[in-house]
């Protein structure tokens, strides 16, 4: 009897875990554009018309391959809109009850398979290096869950940057060697746009018309199959990893991109694989063309830092989504969806995610995280923002990220200590300050800039639950070291910016 096989925006690997599992004779493959799936948050029109093209060219390589695609475009006058109703559609019309799915990266996709009324075999997405299982023994009876640890059985695993048993270079991590200011003065090769062809154009206009979300859709440059992606993958691995480690946290005006990769999106939606851009990486290393901090540096993000929040994610399950550990409440500031702003930092974020849906992610966790976090907004307005926003936002990965990571909303599951600044490390990192209204040295007064006057007010108001944390206890000497006036002074002007966030003035 005949199967639905189904491949979702995410899913477009050719031996994804349900297309293996499925037979090309009998079986039908279910691709479906869905306005339900745009709009579940009002995701950046770049992220759409990204997806959307990679769904139509992957369909075109499977039935080039031999599958058989029941393909619902969004303009099609019989679509349903949502993923549920395109299921049930293509199961009517070939006969089918049961379906065949690779595990989604989202707990509300997840659920919509579960409640079909059809037999529904789902298998785990093993394109991830660590699997769930293993993540949980991992996990199992560890007092704190550190990506350290894991990140290092990870380099045993996979035996990347492995020389024995020991890690290359002497170390397992060369951090300390990547948290360079970068110089306004470099030239860079910038990665390439990838011109929009015939297809990527039709999508374009279609979205367009559709989705009226926060963004710019045009100029449209991402790679749309993975000929492209791996073009971006080569391009980098030449041009921009040997100065990546070193760039890595640093931002500078008029410079999105920097030495990063920019390739999270392609390797979100399955175009790349974990293994073979850590390979890549790693021979260039071998090579001699880059440095190992820089290969290490990397290596990290992929086989470490993304695998680990995919595990928490997995463990956690839906109830993660609603954690809200420090109790906050605000509003998310009109300048996160475009509005004016006198915050040189913030305006620079905001308004490169709104032209390219990507920002890197010191940008992400200390500028538009970090003042959402210091200013107590409500974590689930973040984890909506970052979700929408960015090209490679899906929420396995998005919400450990926002949740825990940059708003301690786990209450330190994932961090020993949230992750606040005030202005000095945005200043020592970018070229930001010095073209801003505010002023990154003043402490207080109306120019004062505003990561210094939240930062204390932060501390002050969750002193109960911070203080006796070891990674904190100093800044807590140094704020009660204060003369009491300034110290007032300081929680005043807090107050006053917290306020014309919450009147809607420009901050
Ligand atoms: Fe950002 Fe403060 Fe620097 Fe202005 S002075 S750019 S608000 S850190």
Request: a neutral charge; aromatic letters at 10%.
């Amino acid at each position: 009897m005949v199967r639905l096989v189904l491949v979702l925006g995410d899913q477009l690997t050719p031996d994804i875990a349900a297309l293996r599992a499925a037979d090309k004779a009998r079986d039908v493959v279910v691709m479906a554009e869905v306005m339900g799936e745009g709009v579940s948050v009002p995701h950046h029109p770049q992220k759409i018309a990204l997806i959307l093209s990679a769904m139509r060219k992957f369909a075109v390589t499977l039935r080039a391959a031999g599958w058989r695609v029941a393909y619902s475009r969004l303009d099609d006058p019989e679509n349903r809109q949502t993923l549920a109703g395109e299921i049930l559609r293509r199961a009517a019309e070939v006969g089918a009850t049961d379906l065949l799915a690779t595990k989604p990266g989202e707990w509300r996709v997840l659920q919509a398979l579960e409640d079909l009324p059809l037999s529904v075999r789902l298998l785990e997405d093993d394109r991830f290096l660590c699997s769930e299982a293993a993540f949980r023994d991992w996990a199992k009876g560890r007092k704190q869950l550190r990506m350290e640890w894991f990140y290092r059985e990870m380099r045993r695993k996979t035996g990347l940057l492995m020389e024995g048993d020991q890690p290359a270079g002497g170390q397992w991590n060369f951090d300390h060697d990547n948290r360079k200011a970068a110089k306004a003065d470099l030239l860079r090769p910038r990665p390439r746009d990838f011109t929009p062809d015939a297809v990527v154009e039709e999508v374009l206009g279609q979205v367009e018309a559709r989705f009226p979300h926060f963004g710019r859709l045009r100029p449209f440059r991402w790679a749309t199959d993975r000929k492209g992606a791996l073009a971006a993958l080569h391009e980098f691995v030449a041009e921009r990893l040997p100065r990546f480690g070193e760039e890595q946290d640093a931002m500078l005006e008029g410079e999105a991109f920097l030495s990063h990769a920019v390739i999270s999106p392609y390797l979100n939606l399955g175009l790349l694989g974990p293994m073979e851009v850590c390979r890549a990486v790693e021979a260039a290393w071998k090579a001699g063309r880059v440095p190992i901090a820089a290969a290490e540096g990397f290596i990290r993000q992929v086989i470490g830092w993304r695998e680990y929040v995919r595990g928490i994610w997995a463990l956690t399950g839906p109830e993660y989504l609603g954690r809200n550990a420090l109790g906050h409440s605000r509003r998310l500031p009109a300048a996160y969806w475009g509005a004016e702003t006198r915050m040189a930092c913030l305006r620079a974020a905001v308004g490169q995610t709104r032209d390219l849906a990507y920002a890197h992610h010191i940008q992400r966790l200390m500028v538009t995280g970090n003042f959402a976090l210091l200013a107590g907004v409500d974590p689930a307005l973040v984890h909506e923002w970052y979700l929408s926003v960015y090209v490679d936002a899906f929420e396995w990965v998005e919400v450990p990220n926002t949740l825990g990571m940059s708003q301690f909303a786990d209450g330190g599951m994932l961090g020993s200590k949230p992750y606040v600044s005030s202005g000095a490390y945005i200043d020592r990192m970018s070229d930001h300050c010095g073209g801003c209204h505010y002023r990154v040295k003043e402490k207080v007064g109306d120019r004062a800039c505003p990561f210094n006057l939240l930062y204390w007010h932060f501390l002050d108001r969750h002193r109960g639950r911070f203080q006796g944390n070891p990674r904190m206890g100093q800044m807590y000497r140094v704020w009660d070291a204060m003369d009491a006036g300034h110290r007032a002074a300081v929680l005043a002007g807090a107050e006053t910016v917290l306020a014309r966030l919450d009147w809607g003035e420009v901050v």
